[in-house]
């Protein structure tokens, strides 16, 4: 893929951008691991401060980058825009939040004394240079979620950003040079995935984290476990949407819309199987096939589009073979499921019915406005058909029944489980996934902690 700013909207090509030579890319490594040997030493109160800068400069530029946003990969402004909020949120949450979050840890005076010690600290020390592997559906959320915790850790970032985002990407090393961070802290490094590889093995790269595809995740890990480096993965997801009997139908019937299209359903997280009790299962679907005919869908930088282009090509042809062999293996169209005509990666919002374990819709992840509705018979049926996925991302139940939020809470095979709510990812919650959805985890003390040197001091009497 070349590094450029196609709209999607029209399939122009806006910008393209020549990838970095081995010369340049020595540089910026160097500059990394030089910068990282004074950084590591600065303070949590001025890495607070630089970082608060930052989310400042992000709220003032807000309509700027959501424009640019939605340009190089299509959703709604709107949304390009409150990803631009959120991420300056984040910033602030980990500038107050992480020096308490990395505090030296006491253990218990009796294992101390046990231990022979007069005092044992555990202490968390950063690593290093760490790769980010990051991909286009929110060009800024992804990133920021890496770098806010990294940078206040006393890492430096190199970003390896989706090819179709290049002005996100140089955006956001411009943000935060103009922060104030030190040369070097963060930088983007405008190179194909091919070279990631080259990347990963250089001994100054500590650890890598990815948000993408499996197979670019397995590639990742299998190069990373080669070198012995730490990596965290986020990686598909298939989530779940449950409905119980004694659920506000209604209102859950108008989450969903939400959840299953957020992002032109291009998100990992997004609700994607809608698995409904046989009782209320008339009823939902109707509701739900209703709220997603009525999305409007057009132009991404009209204010009152609701569902704007796939980010690609590509993806809109690999989402038009789902739900083509999801027709021809006898799944019912309740609506959408047609390309519409002229220019532009569009898919209309899509709902199926009628789902078999032999069609790729039920195994694959359907990343645009697509959704499959299930029936089960119980409680047993909705965790059986919720926990028949690869992936294991995150999941959502709606339910007023405590005894069956305990179960879900206990048996569905997922990093979250959102109970009368829509999944969504907030600094203070851990985020990430089991199966092939991945491995560690981000956000919160659990993600600032993923790349810490985690250090037992020892000291005699």
């Known amino acids: ?3 450029a700013t196609v709209n999607p909207a029209n399939g122009e090509t806006l910008k393209s951008y020549e990838p970095m030579d081995e010369d340049e890319l020595e540089r910026r490594l160097e500059l990394a691991e030089a910068t990282f040997r004074t ?8 890495r607070a401060r630089l970082l608060t800068r930052a989310a400042e400069l992000l709220d ?12 190089e990969m299509g959703k709604p402004i709107r949304q390009a825009r409150a990803e631009a909020a959120k991420c300056a949120k984040a910033m602030r949450w980990y500038a107050e939040h992480a020096e308490r979050l990395l505090a030296d840890e006491e253990p218990a005076e009796s294992d101390v004394r046990d231990s022979g010690a007069a005092r044992v600290r555990v202490r968390y020390r950063p690593l290093g240079p760490v790769l980010a592997v990051m991909p286009w559906n929110f060009p800024l959320w992804q990133v920021v979620r890496f770098a806010a915790p990294a940078l206040m850790a006393g890492n430096v970032g190199l970003l390896k950003h989706a090819s179709n985002v290049p002005q996100t990407a140089l955006y956001l090393e411009d943000l935060f040079h103009r922060a104030g961070f030190p040369e070097g802290c963060f930088q983007t490094l405008l190179i194909g995935s091919g070279a990631v590889d080259d990347v990963l093995r250089d001994e100054r790269v500590k650890a890598a984290t990815l948000t993408g595809s499996e197979p670019a995740g397995r590639a990742v890990a299998s190069t990373a476990g080669e070198m012995i480096k730490k990596t965290v993965l986020e990686l598909g997801g298939s989530d779940p949407y449950i409905v ?11 989450v969903a819309v939400t959840a299953r299209v957020q992002n032109n359903g291009q998100s990992c997280i997004a609700a994607k199987r809608f698995i409904v009790h046989t009782d209320v299962y008339d009823a939902f679907a109707e509701k739900f096939v209703a709220g997603m005919r009525a999305l409007k869908v057009g132009d991404p930088l009209a204010e009152d589009t609701e569902i704007g282009p796939l980010a690609s090509e590509r993806g809109r042809d690999d989402l038009e073979e789902l739900v083509d062999d999801a027709r021809h293996g006898g799944a019912t169209v309740l609506c959408g ?3 519409p005509d002229g220019p532009g990666w569009y898919y209309p919002p899509t709902v199926l019915s009628g789902i078999t374990r032999e069609m790729r819709v039920h195994r694959e992840e359907a990343f645009g406005p697509v959704a499959t509705l299930y029936r089960a018979d119980d409680v047993d049926e909705a965790v059986l058909i919720a926990n028949d996925s690869d992936f294991g991302l995150s999941s959502n139940v709606w339910t007023r029944d ?12 997922a990093g979250s489980v959102y109970v009368n709510g829509m999944t969504a990812s907030h600094p203070a919650f851990p985020f990430g996934g089991v199966k092939r959805s991945g491995y560690g985890r981000e956000l919160s003390g659990h993600g600032i902690r993923e790349f810490c040197n985690i250090t037992t001091v020892w000291q005699g009497a």
């Open 39 to 46: 950084y590591r030493t600065t303070s949590f109160t001025e």
């Open 1 to 3: 893929m070349p590094i």
């Open 337 to 339: 499921g047609e390309r």
């Open 244 to 254: 119980m009997p004694s659920a506000d139908l209604d209102r859950a019937a108008e």
């Open 402 to 413: 405590e005894t069956e939020v305990e179960r879900f809470a206990r048996d569905l095979e």
């Open 60 to 71: 003032e530029d807000r309509r700027e980058i959501g424009r640019v946003v939605t340009t």
